[in-house]
């Protein structure tokens, strides 16, 4: 019997895995270009640093001419992507305490701007540190700027100002389940965390650093419970927080369970499943529709399997009950009920189903929750997914990220992390192909691509070569994202990173 998606649970997975499909080379629209897109001129780049370092040092004649620079410039940018496939292309980046030095904003701002790109994606949620300034942060998290006499620097709201000055649309990225180390470190949250069958959290479980997103901080993977009330509420306590600041959209990732090691990378039974803390337990039970469904779910939850004589047990507790019942199981009243042992076999794999697809909507109904305070605000809201975390694998299991992306809504952005690694574009061409093939009709699919301009990097093909592959799907697609500023500007990120903030 082979695995597929509807098979778990009609009524909380309703789309089946399908076989990649090959897509025709769509044609190019006019204007199209690769490297060159909208490039500042030397000669622009030259004049506006200078009118920049002008205007740091005081120069009220120089801060007026950048100003005049920078709307100029905008409106350059805005008009050659109009015309300009992708019209959207954006940097993944991250924000470090040293940003807050005077200048520093406007300078990584004005590198974005003369590489190209019209979006930027601010990472304001990682690895346990929200980008909130310290004397306005309600949230669970530390501030990513903790250092005295910067109590008030709002980073965030900056990086929005600054970037619109320049004609960036600048989204909000941040971490969705992964809630990190710091708030594993809370006594009063260890219910939120998320556990396995064997009691472990996503923190004492073994990890495997190359397994997780490329670019990511691997020391700080703390997963949580999608079902907590705990973890449901400081997360929407945070993207409020967060929104406050007006982003021109809103980017979650991490809306996924972690990636186990070896052959823990695939779940085939119930305690591989992060399904196990008590608010996800409690929901699961509650998926029965009778005592006799309850009382199976508890049983095969709690051993990892139901025998015949649980069949029998339960049979002889609710008599006046024909049959057990769940969500998303269908019974034949016509049919006899047969011996325990005759219906022992299709029992079991329907509260496998039932286990996987409850962890699955978990997922699900966390990203609901946030992305409905997105809409509120009129803004894009986006996923951020691996392509092939939502496959199963061999007779009966499944990656173990459960990342249900074919079920995200078709009102989101969907942001594909494309980062096959083969040597050659093929891969990573073949994970779009596969997104686009899921997609319900409508759905604005926009790849990110890992590299960097004008070289390969982690036997990834440059940037050019993957843009020019792209380009034969540019009917579906007129927006795409590039991992990461620090890729492109390794020397950069690193100074930015390590100085030292006075």
């Known amino acids: 019997m082979t695995l597929h998606w509807q098979h778990l649970s009609r009524a909380l997975l309703a789309s089946a895995f399908t076989a990649i499909a090959s897509f025709p080379l769509w044609s190019l629209p006019a204007g199209a270009q690769v490297q060159g897109s909208c490039l500042a001129s030397p000669g622009e780049i030259a004049e506006k640093e200078s009118l920049r370092q002008a205007a740091l040092s005081g120069d009220s004649q120089a801060q007026d001419r950048y100003q005049a620079f920078l709307e100029r410039e905008a ?46 994606y601010v990472e304001v949620f990682y690895d346990g540190r929200v980008l909130l300034p310290q004397a306005e942060n309600p949230t669970a998290w530390p501030s990513v700027l903790r250092i005295p006499g910067y109590e008030t620097v709002d980073l965030l709201a900056e990086a929005i100002a600054k970037g619109r000055d320049r004609g960036l649309e600048v989204y909000a990225w941040l971490f969705t389940m992964n809630f990190g180390y710091t708030y594993a470190q809370l006594p009063d949250r ?91 337990q409690q929901t699961l039970f509650q998926r029965g529709l009778n005592e006799k469904g309850r009382d199976l779910i508890r049983r095969y939850v709690t051993q990892g399997y139901i025998t015949a004589e649980d069949i029998e047990a339960v049979d002889n507790l609710y008599p006046d009950e024909a049959q057990a019942l769940w969500q998303g199981r269908t019974v034949s009243s016509s049919k006899s009920l047969g011996t325990p042992s005759e219906r022992l076999p299709e029992m079991q794999w329907q509260l496998w189903y039932l286990s996987v697809a409850h962890a699955v909507q978990g997922i699900i109904d966390f990203l609901t929750l946030a992305y409905d305070r997105v809409q509120e605000q009129n803004i894009p809201g986006g996923a951020v997914f691996f ?116």
Not at 217 to 242: G, K, Q, W
Not at 432 to 449: D, H, K, N, Y
Not at 462 to 471: C, F, K
């Open 75 to 120: 409106t350059r940018l805005q008009e050659c992507r109009s015309s300009t496939w992708p019209q959207n292309q954006a940097l993944w980046l991250r924000l470090y305490p040293c940003d807050a030095q005077p200048g520093a904003l406007e300078a990584l701002m004005d590198k974005i701007v003369n590489k190209g790109y019209n979006q930027v």
């Open 190 to 280: 260890q219910a939120a965390l998320a556990r396995n069958g064997e009691g472990e959290t996503t923190l004492t479980v073994n990890q495997d650093a190359g397994l997780h997103d490329v670019g990511a901080s691997h020391a700080n993977h703390v997963f949580v419970d999608p079902y907590s009330p705990i973890a449901r509420r400081d997360y929407a306590t945070m993207v409020d927080e967060l929104l406050k600041r007006q982003p021109d959209g809103m980017l979650f990732d991490y809306v996924r369970y972690l990636r186990g090691v070896g052959t823990a990378s695939v779940v085939t039974k119930p305690f591989d499943l992060w399904i196990y803390s008590e608010a996800s």
């Open 387 to 502: 392509p092939g975390g939502n496959r199963p694998v061999g007779e009966g299991g499944f990656d173990s990220r459960l990342q249900p992306w074919d079920r995200f809504p078709s009102s989101m952005q969907w942001h594909p992390m494309a980062y096959a690694n083969c040597g050659k574009t093929a891969c990573i061409m073949e994970q779009i192909e596969r997104v686009l093939q899921m997609a319900p009709e409508g759905t604005q699919v926009i790849p990110a691509l890992a590299g960097d301009w004008n070289q390969e990097v982690t036997n990834r093909p440059s940037l050019e070569d993957q843009m020019y592959a792209l380009r034969r799907y540019s009917s579906r697609i007129n927006s795409v994202s590039h991992f990461a500023y620090s890729w492109q500007e390794p020397d950069s990120d690193r100074e930015r990173k390590f100085c030292e903030l006075n």
